[in-house]
């Protein structure tokens, strides 16, 4: 019923920039908080930035001054522009949104979950 769709990986080199964007779709009534987590093989998955539907922002701490999390609320999009970026920024980025829906059991809050994009830094 709801789907999550991310664009804007791809392979740069250190210090460069890539932009990342997450649509929302499907049956819903409103969306809460959008975020972007990440994880690199054999790590576990990390928060990068979140944004709440009231504009307040977190970050984690390894990406603080350089990347920036913004959505379009009338277009249920998230974006995370990544700047300076790091070998260590290489990593699958998921989109997270916490988006109410409504059922014929009445209209809920659940965590949904996009597919991942790959974003590489070379180095």
């Known amino acids: 019923q709801v789907q999550l769709v991310e664009s804007g990986g791809g392979l740069v080199q250190a210090g460069g920039s890539l932009r990342l964007s997450c649509v929302a779709s499907?049956?819903?009534?409103?969306?809460?908080?959008m975020g972007w987590y990440r994880q690199a093989p054999g790590k576990q998955r990390e928060l990068v930035a979140t944004s709440t539907s009231g504009g307040s922002t977190n970050y984690g701490d390894s990406v603080k001054g350089r990347f920036t999390i913004s959505r379009d609320n009338a277009k249920n999009t998230v974006y995370l522009q990544m700047n300076s970026l790091k070998p260590e920024d290489t990593a699958v980025y998921y989109c997270?949104?916490?988006?109410?829906?409504?059922?014929?059991?009445?209209?809920?809050?659940?965590?949904?979950w996009g597919q991942g994009t790959q974003v590489t830094v070379s180095s």
């Open positions: 997270k949104a916490y988006i109410q829906t409504k059922s014929a059991f009445g209209a809920y809050y659940n965590d949904y």
């Open positions: 499907g049956n819903i009534l409103s969306i809460n908080t």
